[in-house]
């Protein structure tokens, strides 16, 4: 026998036993967003690699060590894109659609050479917002409430939503220098990764998972003290709003997001129900990466979802499952079988919401009840030579015990509608 081949480590399929759950996310999904007046935009799944240096950051984990990039044959570097946000600046700009607000969403697959584990793969799923040409926290305020939504909608609970500012890019660089200066003191409790990254993104240091830094980090001046009016005023109109809605949160001054082209508020909404990749939902504010990206100076906020992680917290949660199919149209002899098919056809145009799976491939009674059965279906539909030449159906009940009893064929549709709808 062939050797068999074998996906790529931390890339998955989504067999059939989960789709269901997943394209009801997507259906939440889409419905939130088309209420709230965002529309769709859909890039392309690869990009130069320029684009996402660029905007990400040359010295971040993503494109120090996760990008799947490769020359392609005309010798230009390519990357399959790590995340959406600079291939919609890329596009916004590109096609000229920044000459008025936008609400953009878009999904898609991402792609991070990280090391695999629960929650997080090499190839995985977003549904991200980004909303170009308001400045102000009252927009912040609504990706927020959007999001939370959702999860009302899909019914999940226990997510905290966790708020930071990070300030403006000048407001950062001085808060840098005295970060730094109080990293260096301390400069002997700094672990491996934190010594390296006071030389290029002192602020990651911030974000350390590492138990024996914590008391240093959490001795680190705060960023907090270092804004301008107008930064604090943004951050706490946003309170504000969240209290006036609300809307519980808890401000977080070490979230620091581990993308480059943040600024202002940035939040994440947690959990403590899926081990150690518990945020399921990350963004904020991004006012300098249009103009940086070649736009015109434009304000910008979005966030990014991770669809693996939601749909692991739907399982968790007992989430909808897919409705079972209503019927299973068994068919025996060679004029039933032709009458059937196009039964089946008659009954799809008259009820719209059917779910009706027609028998193919043959087979006795016996062997065709054996798969209704096995379909799910509520169920089975009869059409044997005997029920044709009588001009009727059969209907049996295949999940409790009720007899078979005959509807007429002509009438089908309306005699099965109300059964179905019970
Ligand atoms: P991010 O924090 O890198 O932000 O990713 C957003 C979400 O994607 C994470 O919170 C997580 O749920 C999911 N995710 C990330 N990496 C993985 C992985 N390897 N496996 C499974 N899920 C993962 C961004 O991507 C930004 N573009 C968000 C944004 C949009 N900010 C502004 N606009």
Same mark, same amino acid.
């Given at each position: 026998?062939?050797?068999?081949?074998?996906?790529?480590?931390?890339?998955?399929?989504?067999?059939?036993?989960?789709?269901?759950?997943?394209?009801?996310?997507?259906?939440?999904?889409?419905?939130?967003?088309?209420?709230?007046?965002?529309?769709?935009?859909?890039?392309?799944? #690869?990009?130069?690699?320029?684009?996402?240096?660029?905007?990400?950051?040359?010295?971040?984990? !993503?494109?120090?060590?996760?990008?799947?990039?490769?020359?392609?044959?005309?010798?230009?570097?390519?990357?399959?894109?790590?995340?959406?946000?600079?291939?919609?600046?890329?596009?916004?700009?590109?096609?000229?659609?920044?000459?008025?607000?936008? $609400?953009?969403?878009?999904?898609?697959?991402?792609?991070? &050479?990280?090391?695999?584990?629960?929650?997080?793969?090499?190839?995985?799923?977003?549904?991200?917002?980004?909303?170009?040409?308001?400045?102000?926290?009252?927009?912040?305020?609504?990706? !927020?409430?959007?999001?939370?939504?959702?999860?009302?909608?899909?019914?999940?609970?226990?997510?905290?939503?966790?708020?930071? /500012?990070?300030?403006?890019?000048?407001?950062?660089?001085?808060?840098?220098?005295?970060?730094?200066?109080?990293?260096?003191? &301390?400069?002997?409790?700094?672990?491996?990764? %934190?010594? $390296? $990254?006071?030389?290029?993104?002192?602020?990651? !240091?911030?974000?350390?998972?590492?138990?024996?830094?914590?008391?240093?980090?959490?001795?680190?001046?705060?960023?907090?003290?270092?804004?301008?009016?107008?930064?604090?005023?943004?951050?706490?109109?946003?309170?504000?709003?969240?209290?006036?809605?609300?809307?519980?949160?808890?401000?977080?001054?070490?979230? #620091?997001?581990?993308?480059?082209?943040?600024?202002? /508020?940035?939040?994440?909404?947690?959990?403590?129900?899926?081990?150690?990749?518990?945020?399921?939902?990350?963004?904020?504010?991004?006012?300098?990466? #249009?103009?940086?990206?070649?736009?015109?100076?434009?304000?910008?906020?979005?966030?990014?979802?991770?669809?693996?992680?939601?749909? %692991?917290?739907?399982?968790?949660?007992?989430?909808?499952?897919?409705?079972?199919?209503?019927?299973?149209?068994?068919?025996?002899?060679?004029?039933?079988? @032709?009458?059937?098919?196009?039964?089946?056809?008659?009954? $799809?145009?008259?009820?719209?919401?059917?779910?009706?799976?027609?028998?193919?491939?043959?087979?006795?009674?016996?062997?065709?009840?054996?798969?209704?059965?096995? %379909?799910?279906?509520?169920?089975?539909?009869?059409?044997?030579?005997?029920?044709?030449?009588?001009?009727? #159906?059969?209907?049996?009940?295949?999940?409790?015990?009720?007899?078979?009893?005959?509807?007429?064929?002509?009438?089908?549709?309306?005699?099965?509608?109300?059964?179905?709808? @019970?």
């Amino acid at each position: 026998m062939a050797a068999k081949l074998q996906a790529i480590r931390g890339m998955h399929d989504l067999l059939p036993e989960i789709t269901p759950l997943w394209q009801h996310l997507e259906s939440r999904v889409r419905d939130v967003m088309h209420r709230y007046a965002y529309s769709e935009i859909r890039m392309p799944i #690869v990009e130069v690699t320029e684009l996402f240096k660029r905007s990400i950051g040359e010295v971040t984990d !993503i494109v120090e060590k996760e990008m799947y990039s490769f020359n392609d044959r005309n010798g230009d570097s390519l990357t399959l894109r790590p995340e959406g946000t600079a291939g919609c600046v890329r596009a916004v700009i590109e096609n000229g659609l920044l000459n008025q607000p936008r $609400r953009l969403w878009y999904q898609g697959p991402m792609f991070r &050479h990280e090391r695999p584990q629960k929650g997080r793969y090499r190839q995985f799923h977003q549904v991200g917002v980004e909303v170009f040409g308001l400045d102000g926290p009252d927009i912040d305020l609504e990706v !927020i409430m959007l999001t939370a939504r959702l999860w009302k909608e899909l019914g999940l609970t226990g997510l905290e939503l966790q708020i930071n /500012t990070l300030g403006t890019a000048e407001e950062r660089a001085q808060y840098r220098g005295e970060l730094v200066n109080y990293l260096r003191e &301390h400069h002997e409790q700094l672990d491996e990764d %934190s010594r $390296r $990254r006071l030389e290029t993104n002192p602020l990651r !240091i911030l974000d350390t998972k590492n138990p024996d830094m914590a008391q240093l980090v959490a001795g680190a001046p705060s960023l907090m003290d270092h804004l301008t009016e107008q930064s604090r005023d943004h951050f706490q109109n946003l309170c504000a709003g969240l209290d006036a809605r609300g809307l519980a949160y808890r401000v977080n001054p070490r979230l #620091v997001r581990g993308l480059d082209y943040y600024s202002r /508020t940035v939040f994440e909404w947690v959990t403590d129900q899926l081990g150690a990749q518990g945020t399921v939902c990350a963004g904020g504010r991004y006012d300098g990466l #249009v103009e940086q990206l070649g736009g015109r100076a434009t304000p910008a906020v979005g966030f990014a979802m991770g669809l693996e992680r939601l749909i %692991s917290l739907m399982q968790d949660q007992g989430g909808t499952s897919d409705r079972p199919l209503d019927a299973y149209l068994v068919m025996l002899g060679d004029a039933a079988r @032709n009458r059937g098919a196009l039964l089946a056809e008659e009954l $799809r145009d008259a009820l719209p919401g059917l779910r009706l799976m027609s028998h193919c491939g043959g087979g006795s009674f016996k062997s065709q009840f054996k798969k209704a059965d096995r %379909s799910g279906a509520r169920y089975a539909l009869v059409l044997g030579d005997g029920e044709l030449e009588r001009g009727v #159906v059969g209907l049996k009940p295949l999940r409790d015990d009720g007899d078979q009893r005959d509807l007429v064929l002509d009438n089908l549709a309306s005699d099965l509608a109300p059964i179905l709808n @019970n």
